[in-house]
């Protein structure tokens, strides 16, 4: 039987967290900017090599400037964080240690994958300018617009969750 | 006699005819000044032509501008969908509802008429229920005829959202979907009212009712079709609580295939 695991993906406004979860369930990607306002729920069911499949039900939030504010009982149960912010608009990734510290204190064994979302619009000049930044906190830089490590990301927060 | 008077002579008998030409057409000009000036005289000759126009150009409007009109009303209601649905809901709204209101009346004067003219045991029963219950005997015939289906049963761990085990007649919904959607809904509820002992019990979506459960990690969503009114509640909530207390659930929460199994054993039968 396919176990299914709890993803909520967090982040800013605008950073692209529907878009992402967009083009993992549905490989498609719009440019035009809804929203998201609650909740919506989605549903993909991966295949791990050697392993059983998983269902991962993907619970994409409303966007937050800081993550206090979110909805508590939303976050009960996760089995994984995607904490999203957009690599072109450093606003996106200022408080990221106080947010990934907020994550750690709060759900302590729950694993948290970190992810620079927009990497299409971005150069290697401007990343290594905040390199000190993202080197240390950041797992993955995506593209929901290309596509671009999006299935290894979510591929790889699962296989830590069997 | 000097020269003028001659030339004046001259003219009046060279030049009669054109005289009463000139004259005959300065009365035909009064005449067409009258006509054109005056609003009564020009009407009564002009009208005519215009009503005659008019019919025919009534006549070809289907032949001539009916296929550029169609052409673009439908160009205007394939743009404007969500508009035309504006406009046209209210209508139909309202028609669908004196609809309804009609056979409701039909259906309750059927009712009443059914009440009135027979007497068997089962009226006797169920005047003897209504009047304990205090629900309307009328009420209690629709319910007898009404079709209630239990379409769906889904048990759902509290917080996460994650389905524990899930029974349908008719594949409906994604359960994984709904049950995460009901536990986002009950988590916004909740937590906007600000009362953690209240639990919200119950959610209506188009023909469905969907009746909640709550237990301390869990909670079990039912989502029926057809009738659900207060006595079905009362009869479903005991049929939950039995399923929980005898089929042992919390023992086997972990064992999903062993829950799916005891929890279609149990709900597959429409009869509560």
């Given amino acids: 039987m396919t176990a299914s695991k709890k993803i909520v993906l967090l982040g800013h406004f605008g950073v692209g967290k529907t878009s992402l979860i967009r ?21 993909k069911t991966i295949e791990i090599p050697e392993q059983e499949s998983i269902s991962l039900i993907i619970w994409d939030l409303e966007g937050q400037d800081d993550l206090k504010k979110t909805r508590s009982s939303y976050l009960l149960g996760t089995n994984g964080f995607i904490y999203v912010f957009d690599s072109s608009r ?31 619009l971005v150069n290697k000049t401007y990343l290594a300018q905040y390199s000190s930044v993202f080197k240390p906190l950041v797992d ?12 290894t990301l979510f591929s790889k927060l699962a296989k830590e969750l069997i | ?30 005449i067409l000044e009258n ?6 005289n020009l009407s009564a000759k002009v009208n005519p032509i215009i009503d005659e126009k008019l019919k025919t150009f009534i ?26 649905v504006e406009a046209l809901f209210p209508i139909l709204g309202q028609m ?48 007898e005829q009404t079709n ?4 769906q049963a889904i048990i759902i761990e509290k917080g996460s959202g994650l389905v524990l085990a899930e029974f349908s007649k008719n594949k409906m919904a994604d359960e994984d979907m709904v049950a995460g959607m009901l536990t986002a809904i009950k988590s916004f509820v909740e937590d906007a009212f600000k009362k953690e002992s209240q639990n919200l019990q119950y959610i209506e979506y188009d023909l469905y009712h969907i009746h909640l459960q709550n237990f301390s990690s869990f909670y079990i969503a039912i989502v029926v079709s057809g009738a659900y009114n207060i006595i079905y509640k009362d009869k479903l909530e005991d049929k939950i609580l039995k399923f929980a207390s005898n089929q042992k659930v919390i023992s086997t929460l972990k064992n999903k295939a062993l829950l799916t199994k005891k929890l279609e054993d149990f709900f597959k039968n429409d009869g509560i």
């Fill in chain 1, 23 to 43: 083009r993992f369930v549905e490989n498609t990607f719009s440019e035009d900017y809804q929203v998201t306002i609650g909740v919506h729920i989605s549903k």
């Fill in chain 1, 90 to 120: 450093p606003l996106t990734f200022e408080n990221l240690n106080s947010e990934l510290k907020f994550l750690k204190e709060n759900y302590p064994n729950v694993p948290v994958k970190v992810v620079g979302n927009k990497m299409d």
């Fill in chain 1, 140 to 151: 993955f830089f995506v593209s929901a617009k290309t596509g671009s490590r999006i299935e």
């Fill in chain 2, 1 to 30: 006699m000097n020269q003028d008077e001659k030339l004046s002579i001259i003219k009046d008998i060279l030049l009669t005819d054109e005289r009463e030409f000139v004259s005959s057409i300065e009365n035909k000009i009064k």
């Fill in chain 2, 35 to 40: 006509t054109v000036n005056k609003r009564d």
């Fill in chain 2, 59 to 84: 006549k070809e409007i289907p032949d001539t501008l009916g296929p550029t009109i169609t052409e673009a009303l439908k160009e205007e209601i394939k743009n404007s969908k969500d508009a035309v």
């Fill in chain 2, 96 to 143: 669908v509802k004196r609809y309804v209101q009609h056979e409701m009346k039909l259906l309750s004067e059927k009712i009443n008429n059914q009440v009135n003219n027979t007497f068997s045991f089962k009226r006797f029963f169920r005047k003897t229920k209504s009047k304990a219950s205090g629900i309307n005997e009328s009420d209690l015939i629709l319910q």
């Fill in chain 2, 148 to 151: 209630t289906k239990i379409e």
